[in-house]
């Protein structure tokens, strides 16, 4: 059994307090991230989007405006959408 000296025991105190705190750090970072992915979420409004009734084609989007009374917006796009060149 090896006991450990006074500036022994000191050394790993302070080596154990200093990951305790990088690990608090470490921790509060993700915190902080989380809280800044969630206020960038879309809200419930922002969402109202996803409640649009998208159809596969016109033929079934035709059938569905007939069954619902709604119209129909037709959306087309020559490009990559996802660069806002539409």
Do not use: Y
């Amino acid at each position: 059994m090896t006991i450990l000296t006074h500036r022994e025991m000191k050394i790993v105190a302070l080596a154990a307090c200093c990951l305790g705190a990088a690990s608090n750090s470490a921790n509060q970072l993700i915190l902080e991230v989380e809280e800044k992915v969630q206020q960038a979420l879309p809200t419930k409004a922002e969402k109202r989007f996803d409640e649009i009734g998208w159809a596969q084609d016109i033929r079934g989007a035709e059938r569905l405006a007939r069954q619902h009374h709604r119209p129909i917006l037709l959306f087309t796009h020559d490009g990559q959408i996802s660069t806002g060149r539409c």
